[in-house]
């Protein structure tokens, strides 16, 4: 069963501290992705990575930064936390384009971590 | 820029109702299309996906979505909404040779019993 987890499901932190969300897929999976998910706004992705030690920015990265220095897991970093920066973040999986393509393009999400920062 | 939009934000039904939730998105190229569901506590999932083929796709839990290429929009059916059915339901689109994925503003979709 494909799994995606996420490090915590709360967290509360102050401004200025620096966060560290983690994410971690056992399906093999080449892509991952860390979206913010607010009321009214939908889904915006943060950042996303194609292979190890790769990323791309995606629409929202200003004040975030990942890294992923093994396969399965991928971290989003807030260097000093703001108050705008309370959300929900959730993380996805996705196989690379090209392979299995029954499962093809299908995102999966882990549980997501909501952040307060106070 | 590419955008999806979702133009019903919240919306309810009684059961037996029948669904149809909008989803246009604003790319000429080729698309593949999305419709995601969050049920109340629970992970993001796929509810079905379009990428070639029959326009007329089949999800699970009775869900049908159909993407009309001249409208630019892949709308989601249900014949006969359930209770169980209240959720969020996300349309998202994958523009050929991106990773990116675009996602809607989201529905919330409440049955009344």
């Known amino acids: 069963d494909v799994k995606v987890t996420q490090s915590s499901r709360y967290l509360v932190k102050r401004t200025g501290e620096k966060v560290f969300l983690e994410c971690v897929q056992d399906?093999?999976?080449?892509?991952m992705f860390w979206y913010r998910q607010d009321p009214g706004l939908g889904l915006r992705l943060i950042y996303f990575?194609?292979?190890?030690?790769?990323?791309e920015k995606g629409d929202i990265p200003e004040g975030y930064s990942v890294s992923r220095e093994k396969k399965e897991r991928f971290s989003l970093i807030l260097e000093s936390a703001s108050t705008n920066q309370t959300s929900m973040y959730l993380c996805?999986?996705?196989?690379?384009?090209?392979?299995?393509?029954?499962?093809?393009?299908?995102?999966?999400f882990g549980p997501g971590t909501r952040l307060t920062v106070l | 820029a590419q955008s999806v939009s979702q133009h019903n934000h919240h919306v309810i039904l009684s059961e037996a109702a029948s669904l149809e939730l909008g989803c246009n998105y604003s790319y000429g190229g080729t698309v593949n299309l999305f419709w995601y569901v969050q049920y109340p506590g629970q992970h993001l999932q796929l509810l079905l996906k379009?990428?070639?083929?029959?326009?007329l796709v089949k999800g699970i839990k009775g869900f049908e979505a159909e993407f009309i290429k001249s409208k630019f929009s892949f709308n989601l059916r249900k014949p006969s909404v359930q209770w169980s059915d209240t959720a969020e339901y996300f349309c998202?689109?994958?523009?050929?040779?991106?990773?990116?994925?675009?996602f809607g503003t989201g529905t919330r979709l409440k049955v009344l019993a």
């Open positions: 990575s194609y292979d190890v030690k790769m990323k």
């Open positions: 996805a999986s996705s196989l690379a384009q090209g392979r299995l393509a029954g499962l093809l393009d299908t995102q999966y």
């Open positions: 399906m093999d999976h080449e892509n």
């Open positions: 998202a689109v994958r523009t050929s040779g991106t990773y990116k994925y675009i």
């Open positions: 379009y990428f070639s083929g029959d326009p």
